[in-house]
């Protein structure tokens, strides 16, 4: 199955609330959704509950963002803690709206080593799994996206590592954070097919992904930073050969715009996979 959606209320909505975005992206004709906690996680469990409930009617996939200040790689007790919190609550949120998965950006390097940073994630990860399953929340994945900055805990190798070791974590590829953190590395159907083949290992039934565009500043030798996310139109990375292959592997997926136009491109993507010949149900 392949779902498409936005990240957040589309911009068509013209009523701002996550019920309304849902319905929206039903209304449009997609079929997922992504519930943005980015800055804070203003919903409480009953309305998680009625979010799933309206979802489960329009049969939409919902998706969970974890607020964006999230540091598991500080040597501050304070904040780590802190950092648990949001992705904890989100979390439940998640569970009570009966979504599969919460995506959080894991951390920055700081002054660590990246073998100290990547002990620092999987010791919170594996903390967090241990307080789900205290609150008996099994069916909620924790997605560690792939990160677009240098300076940032998140590469391929580095998620696809923490999934391996840590049970109930999930890669989220984010592809235009891949884009950038190689300055441009990703520009064919080969180059695709090569990130798949490194997750092939992990036997995922259900693949979580970010599509759209992004700007980037090289900095090094095949080494670049996500500036800013442009439409898909960009092709910063060029993302029907992704659809390709996508489609030749016969991936179960979910695909999220976080383009500047939201919905507009999710629906260019849905163009994309029909031209190559893929049928969405009605």
């Known amino acids: 199955m392949i779902y498409l959606g936005s990240a957040g209320v589309p911009i068509a909505s013209e009523e701002r609330s996550t019920i309304a975005g849902i319905k929206c992206v039903a209304e449009l004709g997609l079929n997922a959704f992504e519930c943005e906690f980015v800055r804070r996680v203003g919903m409480n469990n009953d309305m998680a509950k009625e979010v799933g409930k309206i979802a489960a009617e329009l049969d ?10 999230v540091n598991l790689c500080s040597q501050e007790e ?48 594996e903390d967090m799994i241990g307080r789900m ?51 441009g590395g990703i520009k064919s159907q080969e180059d695709y097919a090569k990130v798949f083949d490194k997750l092939e290992p992990l036997k995922l039934k259900h693949l979580h992904c970010h599509a759209t565009s992004a700007e ?21 990375p060029d993302l029907e050969p992704l659809v390709k292959e996508i489609l030749r592997r016969k991936i179960d997926i979910t695909l999220i715009s976080e383009s500047p136009t939201l919905e507009q491109d999710a629906l260019v993507l849905k163009k994309m996979f029909e031209k190559n010949g893929y049928k969405f149900k009605n």
């Open 60 to 69: 939409v996939h919902l998706s969970v963002h974890c607020p964006y200040f």
């Open 78 to 125: 304070e904040k780590l803690e802190a950092s648990k919190k949001r992705i904890l609550d989100s979390v439940e949120r998640a569970h009570f709206m009966q979504a599969d998965v919460a995506v959080f950006h894991p951390g920055y390097y700081g002054s660590l080593t990246q073998e100290q940073a990547y002990d620092a994630v999987k010791q919170s990860c």
């Open 133 to 183: 399953k205290s609150k008996k929340i099994e069916k909620v994945l924790l997605g560690l996206e792939t990160m677009g900055k240098q300076s940032t805990f998140g590469t391929l190798e580095e998620i696809i590592r923490i999934t391996k070791e840590v049970k109930g974590c999930v890669p989220v590829i984010d592809w235009s954070h891949l884009y950038c953190r190689s300055a």
């Open 216 to 236: 980037c500043t090289v900095v090094g030798e095949g080494k670049g930073n996500e500036k800013r996310h442009l439409t898909i139109d960009a092709k910063k």
